[in-house]
């Protein structure tokens, strides 16, 4: 196969630092980054007044949940889920799933998402989204188990024919993890097995912990023991974990985290949405933890906007603790870049804009109202940007987005299909 260049010429590249200049793509690949940009290539992008960040990492979501948009919402999380989402969820089917999924996909790619963590049911239904809509993904099958060995049984077969089926497929965009859902709605036999399996196949493991002041009581009460606590005696911890939420943590298990270098996806809208309370980033960040950013469900967000969980985390932090200098905008870009990279093992691949990684890319636009005057790019990005800003986006190298026409995905067709999965699985409850 022939070689196909792409020239991103003369934009403001951000991510550790600023500087002028033109990015050269071949294939899959960022090959050169030059000052000047008057090196040849079959496709020129021009980025003048634009600015060029690394694809977003959204390092916790539920993509097919898009079709349960704004069907529940102000409800308490165990309402929220007793009530509506899992009686929903009881009646999804495979298409439903990939539907969902594929939406996701577009306003993903459309406010500048190039990679997710997803858990959910029906993987490979999701992987067959983010392969046909050109973004990246870590996938994984939610298993929860209830503490009966029946289900167990069910949940390791289905996680290991999703693993079987779609690890490492599309070109290497999709990957396959471990899903155990909480500590709470998995026996400790299956947190054992998710261990073992991770330590022997070199798998990442997305779990839910202490999302609720709920859950810690719950675990006191029961195990007289915290959430990480709990599962730093069942030897579960370590670098491989991502750890979505966070939320309600001792200074013990703070260490703990720190110690096990666990990869935290912090969650602050559905955090807030949801009541659940605001996670100690600030004091994770002190002690040297990774803490990256995710969305959750749209069905408790309600949208994948990681522009809003930038400028809402770092505000957030700041009223916890009541000084404005904690997580500064070139922090939470970190978070939403390298961090998640990092969350995902993918730090040597994607999450900054360096020779030799991936060319997943992100052009915004700053010639609006709300970016103007365009002084300091880390700062605009931060607090002054939104998702529809974003104007071009590439993922492993092939444009998904140019100049805000979506490539990959015919987006009125996406959305058509949305909405009939929506009415279909409305009309099974
Ligand atoms: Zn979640």
Known sequence: METQTILIKNSIIVDEDVRRGSVLIEDDKIVDITRKGSTGADEVINAEGKVLIPGLV????????????????????????????????????AEHCYVGALLSALEMIKSGTTTCNDMYFFMDEVAQAIDESGIRGLLCHGMLDLFDSDKRKKEYKETLRIIKKCHNTADGRVQVALGPHTPYTCSPELLNWVRKKADKNGLKIHIHVSETEKEVEDSLNDRKKRPFEYLEDLNFLGPDVIAAHSVWLSGAEIALITDNNVKISHNPLSNMKLASGISPVSDMIANGVCVSLGTDGVASNNNLDLFQEMKTSSLLQKVRTLDP???????????????????????QEIGTIEVGKKADL?????????????RNPISHLAYSAEGKDVDTVLCDGKILMLEKEVLALDEVEVMEMAENAAIDLLSRN
Do not use: F, Q
């Open 325 to 347: 200098t904690v997580l500064p905008a070139s922090k939470v870009l970190e978070m939403a870049t390298i961090n998640g990279a990092t969350a995902l093992g993918l730090e």
């Open 58 to 93: 959204n390092t916790h979501t539920h993509i097919s949940m898009s079709l349960m948009r704004g069907l529940a919402d102000d409800l308490p999380l165990e309402t929220w889920l007793n009530d509506h989402i899992w009686p929903m969820e009881s009646n999804l089917e």
């Open 362 to 374: 992100v052009l915004i636009d700053m010639k609006s109202p709300h970016l103007t005057p365009y």
